[in-house]
């Protein structure tokens, strides 16, 4: 079968399973993780990893087999292939006859553990995402290729160019289930579709439970639900459990329990009627990221396998893992280092797991003071308590730290990282963005680093905002007043969203290093106005017209934006319809526009007993592979300057496919469906010099300041008076002055 590989990845991208990948076995030796339900806590989970790829194939669909055996799809050259593999052993082709312009769209498993395979054929013309499926067949097969069953669907579930399989799943009754996004199709055992049904939300998966129940885990206006298939009322139907699910990755248990599923970065096991969860394993401690999983189940003998993609490497990395339980003692030990943060960010889980997988002498532990769904002073304690008794962890996470730099810095539990530079022979601080680097800078001293950063800034056009790299409070007023009363300035925004939006970019204005404030100053009035001028609560549109339609109708004139790659800008300018300016936040200062940190951004405690260890992870992240890893999930601009320099011209770079009638056209970089009802399509090509040359701009002006959150929890505190017409603005300004001040001589 032969298929275009880049429409090919295109469509399989959609698909929640759908994985790819290459590389090579890792040699690291594996990290542990403790088996909290053993006595005594002598035992560990311990990994093996061993890459799914085939030489030139780039790795699509994986299901986990009887043993532990992986079985995937690979494409090369638009040739779809079939092959398993099992743990310290070579992959293999799974002879398996497709049709022309036939692909793999998903694998499953039955009860006996067989494969199940749905096949999806395309015109023969499969040249454009716009193609729709012509047909589908499940096709049963043994593990080495043998064909037990084909069932001829037809069109009958098809419904149009979208069209992919979630899930695929065969009862003991064989009845078929196949899930299409919100939809589960039940069909009987000759193909014949019985009922669908709608979950009314995106469903995550359709397993089995023990061999008698099926059941579709979705996510809709309930949340997260578990809901069994009610063959006789052809419906969903809840499930009888005391616990309440969330977001996780649910599926199979298996023999041994009703229902296996990984929530945050734990593995639990979960059987109907009982009270609690089982907590099998954390899997960060075993170096896998659970953000990554698509499958995991428990073998016969106790141990534990699961698959993963990576989608942040260039065409994703696919692997098997294989988990066994070990005696603590037998594991090597490595220094022990702990990232400290309230919530666990995706891509610390990410980073921290590809630092432990490649240090011999360095483990990270992950500790999450909001674990557990702790309010917000219970956590804001703990993390309180351990920072002022010196016993903080050695990295603290910036991303989500309950305080603000100037605070840490106040505290005294931030170290100054420029002599760490200076002392490294293998980093040089004048490779890397300065605007990114100056974020977290406070007196010359650098308390943080960010791998990654996206520029938050304002968009509107040209013709409302002007071509100018900055703007003040008086031009948006100017704005506000040659426009009709029922247009927005912003979408969605409060006073309380405008005054903190406006003090995040301009708070430092209004303090200044001697240790004096001055916020009865006209500007800082100015900004409670504006402020001011905005509803109290939000104002939701009842047409549900979206921000482009309101845009280009001329009812809404700005949008704030967080723009971390060369096509997200080139959506940004596409909005509008006409010449756009991202001009950023109104502002007296140099530049409305800021950096954002959008990737695992961390200080070194100054308390750390292994500062060596902590300046080790944050080489790491400046790293050349790992800067180098971020656009291919659109994380954001890299830091290091030429990375970034390749990217831009990577995004300059036009590429092309070959059209039905032999013609070379120019692909896009990226589509975007928007409109409340999806009516808006944008292509993204090739990016202009001019358009590079104004990102550039944008990030040479950047900015990142820095407000005390104690300050700005006064400020909004008092300004609550002036939002209820209570007292006016210059007698709250005053106030604000006064408690400010009384608080900077405090800390001083």
Request: charged share 25%; proline share 3%; glycine share 8%.
């Amino acid at each position: 079968m032969k298929i275009k590989k880049w429409l090919m990845l295109g469509i399989v991208s959609l698909l929640v399973f759908a994985l790819s990948g290459c590389g090579e076995k890792e040699q690291e030796a594996p990290e542990a993780a403790e088996d909290k339900n053993e006595s005594g806590g002598d035992f560990l989970y311990v990994a093996e990893y061993e890459e799914l790829k085939k030489d030139g194939y780039s790795t699509n669909n994986i299901a986990i087999g009887k043993d532990g055996q992986a079985f995937f799809s690979g494409v090369k050259d638009g040739e779809v292939k079939l092959f398993s593999k099992k743990m310290g052993g070579e992959v293999e082709e799974v002879p398996v006859e497709l049709g022309e312009n036939t692909t793999i769209g998903a694998i499953g498993t039955d009860l006996e553990g067989n494969l199940l395979l749905g096949l999806i054929t395309y015109s023969e013309a499969l040249d454009s995402l716009t193609t729709a499926p012509e047909n589908v067949i499940v096709r049963k097969i043994t593990a080495d290729g043998t064909v037990l069953k084909d069932i001829d669907i037809g069109k009958s579930l098809i419904n149009g160019p979208e069209f992919y399989i979630q899930a695929l799943l065969e009862d003991k009754d064989e009845n078929y289930y196949i899930s299409t996004g919100q939809k589960v199709f039940v069909l009987k055992p000759n193909g014949e579709v019985y009922f669908e049904v709608d979950a009314g939300g995106y469903i995550s998966n359709v397993f089995s439970m023990k061999g008698e129940k099926t059941v579709v885990a979705n996510y809709g206006d309930m949340g997260w639900e578990m809901r069994e298939v009610d063959l006789a009322g052809k419906a969903l139907k809840a499930l009888d459990t005391p616990i309440t699910f969330e977001y996780g990755t649910y599926q199979s248990g298996g023999t041994d329990a009703d229902i296996l599923y990984t929530m945050g970065t734990k593995l639990y096991s979960y059987n109907l009627g009982e009270n609690e969860p089982t907590e099998i394993l954390n899997w960060v401690d075993s170096d896998i990221d659970s953000g990554n999983l698509r499958g995991f189940s428990i073998l016969e003998d106790g141990k534990v396998a699961a698959v993963s993609m990576d989608w942040s490497s260039e065409e994703g990395k696919a692997e098997l893992a294989i988990l066994t339980k070990k005696d603590r003692s037998e594991i090597p030990e490595k220094i022990v280092l702990t990232y400290g943060t309230t919530h666990i960010p995706y891509f610390v889980k990410t980073d921290v797991v590809a630092f432990n997988k490649q240090s011999d002498k360095y483990r990270i532990e992950i500790k999450e003071y909001g674990e557990g769904d702790k309010d917000y002073e219970t956590m804001l304690n703990l993390w309180t308590a351990d920072m002022s008794s010196g016993n903080g962890p050695d990295i603290i996470d910036m991303y989500y730290c309950p305080v603000g730099l100037q605070e840490l810095v106040s505290m005294g539990v931030v170290e100054d990282l420029n002599p760490y530079f200076d002392a490294d022979a293998e980093v040089d601080r004048e490779d890397f963005v300065d605007s990114a680097m100056k974020a977290y800078e406070l007196d010359g001293k650098l308390y943080a680093i960010m791998r990654c950063f996206g520029l938050a800034t304002v968009a509107g056009k040209v013709s409302d905002v002007g071509e100018g790299d900055t703007w003040t409070l008086d031009d948006v007023f100017a704005l506000m007043e040659s426009k009709d009363s029922d247009v927005e300035l912003f979408q969605y925004t409060t006073k309380y969203n405008a005054l903190q939006m406006m003090m995040q970019v301009n708070g430092d204005m209004f303090v200044s290093e001697d240790g004096t404030c001055n916020f009865e100053s006209e500007e800082f009035r100015k900004i409670l106005e504006f402020a001011n001028r905005f509803p109290k609560d939000f104002q939701y549109d009842p047409t549900g017209a979206s921000d482009i339609e309101k845009i280009r109708e001329g009812k809404l004139l700005l949008v704030e934006e967080i723009v971390t790659s060369v096509q997200y800008y080139q959506l940004c300018e596409a909005k509008f319809g006409e010449p756009v300016n991202l001009i950023g936040y109104p502002t007296s200062g140099e530049s409305g526009i800021l950096i954002s940190p959008n990737g695992t951004t961390a200080a070194m405690n100054v308390n750390s007993k292994n500062k060596e260890g902590v300046w080790e992870f944050f080489k790491f992240l400046m790293a050349e592979e790992q800067q180098e890893n971020l656009q291919s999930a659109n994380s954001g601009f890299p830091i290091m300057r030429s990375v970034l320099e390749k990217q831009f011209e990577k995004d300059m770079q036009p590429e092309y496919y070959e059209d039905t009638d032999g013609t070379q056209k120019e692909k896009p970089k990226g589509v975007w469906t928007t409109g409340s009802s999806g009516e808006v399509t944008i292509d993204v090509y090739a990016a202009t010099q001019e358009q590079v040359d104004s990102i550039k701009q944008m990030i040479e002006i950047a900015q990142n300041t820095q407000i005390d959150s104690k300050m700005l929890d006064i400020i909004m505190e008092e300004a609550q008076s002036y939002f209820d017409g209570q007292k006016s603005v210059e007698e709250v300004s005053a106030l604000i002055q006064n408690r400010i001040q009384i608080y900077i001589s405090e800390k001083r």
